[in-house]
């Protein structure tokens, strides 16, 4: 018998970790590789858990590598593991499913991104150009050590995470859109999002984020962690920052 998956739904908890995005953009010889590396060791400095995304019309794979062969092969997905791991995915991907992986796998502070300069995220333009999200301009050329940490100061107060989407209005704006850009002009904060608080429990259903108001997240994470808590878990249960539930609508043929 064979069995296909027909849906995949994906309930996440976790505790509290709220993961913000930063783009830098520009075109090609403006220093935007520079200026990651450099917002990157300055929020390290202070702390922070920080992952990177580079954009790129070029393959990371190289010819005649083991990896390439298996891709060459056919493979879909190929992982390599050794000192350290990667992924290989034949296929392009878009950025929020990127984000949303990467929030799976890792506890993140901040995803820098370089490049993707048509997304709806707060975004440091290495040229003129500058749209509703851009939170300022920067010459990279002529800056100076000392100029790094008001630049990181800027992005700790104008940053936020993933959009919820809800637009419940709780926030005093029509739609999380019009709360993010306001955060990019310096005239909210992430904090007045009345969501925030309520975003340990994620939805998806495919690569989909559906939205949650209060009630039903409540009501999730308490069913949810009143079940596991019966199970025989051991410590580990008790003390995991983050439970998954998978639900795969299957269809046999």
């Given at each position: 018998?064979?069995?296909?998956?027909?849906?995949?739904?994906?309930?996440?908890?976790?505790?509290?970790?709220?993961?913000?995005?930063?783009?830098?953009?520009?075109?090609?010889?403006?220093?935007?590789?520079?200026?990651?590396t450099k917002?990157?060791?300055?929020?390290?400095?202070?702390?922070?858990?920080?992952?990177t995304i580079?954009?790129?019309?070029?393959?990371?794979?190289?010819?005649?590598?083991?990896?390439?062969?298996?891709?060459?092969?056919?493979?879909?997905?190929?992982?390599?593991?050794?000192?350290?791991?990667?992924?290989?995915?034949?296929?392009?991907?878009?950025?929020?499913?990127?984000?949303?992986?990467?929030?799976?796998?890792?506890?993140?502070?901040?995803?820098?991104?370089?490049?993707?300069?048509?997304?709806?995220?707060?975004?440091?333009?290495?040229?003129?150009?500058?749209?509703?999200?851009?939170?300022?301009?920067?010459?990279?050329?002529?800056?100076?050590?000392?100029?790094?940490?008001?630049?990181?100061?800027?992005?700790?107060?104008?940053?936020?995470?993933?959009?919820?989407?809800?637009?419940?209005?709780?926030?005093?704006?029509?739609?999380?859109?019009?709360?993010?850009?306001?955060?990019?002009?310096?005239?909210?904060?992430?904090?007045?999002?009345?969501?925030?608080?309520?975003?340990?429990?994620?939805?998806?259903?495919?690569?989909?984020?559906i939205p949650?108001?209060?009630?039903?997240?409540?009501?999730?994470?308490?069913?949810?962690?009143?079940?596991?808590?019966?199970?025989?878990?051991?410590?580990?249960?008790?003390?995991?920052?983050?439970?998954?539930?998978?639900?795969?609508?299957?269809?046999?043929?």
């Open positions: 018998m064979k069995v296909r998956l027909k849906a995949f739904y994906l309930i996440s908890l976790r505790k509290g970790v709220f993961m913000k995005i930063l783009a830098v953009v520009g075109t090609k010889n403006t220093g935007k590789t520079t200026l990651v917002i990157v060791q300055e929020m390290v400095k202070r702390g922070h858990q920080v992952g580079k954009h790129t019309h070029h393959d990371f794979d190289l010819q005649g590598k083991d990896t390439w062969k298996h891709r060459e092969a056919g493979a879909k997905m190929v992982v390599g593991s050794g000192e350290t791991t990667f992924f290989l995915v034949n296929e392009k991907t878009e950025l929020d499913k990127i984000l949303k992986t990467i929030k799976n796998i890792e506890e993140l502070d901040y995803v820098v991104i370089e490049g993707f300069k048509h997304v709806d995220y707060p975004k440091i333009s290495t040229t003129p150009v500058k749209d509703d999200f851009t939170i300022t301009n920067v010459d990279v050329f002529q800056m100076g050590p000392e100029d790094i940490v008001p630049l990181v100061d800027l992005v700790e107060t104008r940053t936020y995470g993933l959009i919820p989407g809800a637009n419940c209005g709780e926030c005093g704006f029509e739609s999380c859109l019009d709360m993010a850009k306001a955060i990019i002009s310096g005239n909210t904060s992430e904090d007045s999002c009345k969501m925030k608080k309520f975003r340990e429990v994620e939805l998806f259903m495919g690569d989909e984020n949650l108001n209060p009630f039903v997240q409540d009501f999730i994470k308490k069913s949810v962690t009143g079940m596991v808590s019966s199970l025989k878990t051991g410590e580990a249960g008790k003390s995991a920052p983050k439970i998954e539930i998978i639900i795969r609508e299957v269809e046999g043929s």
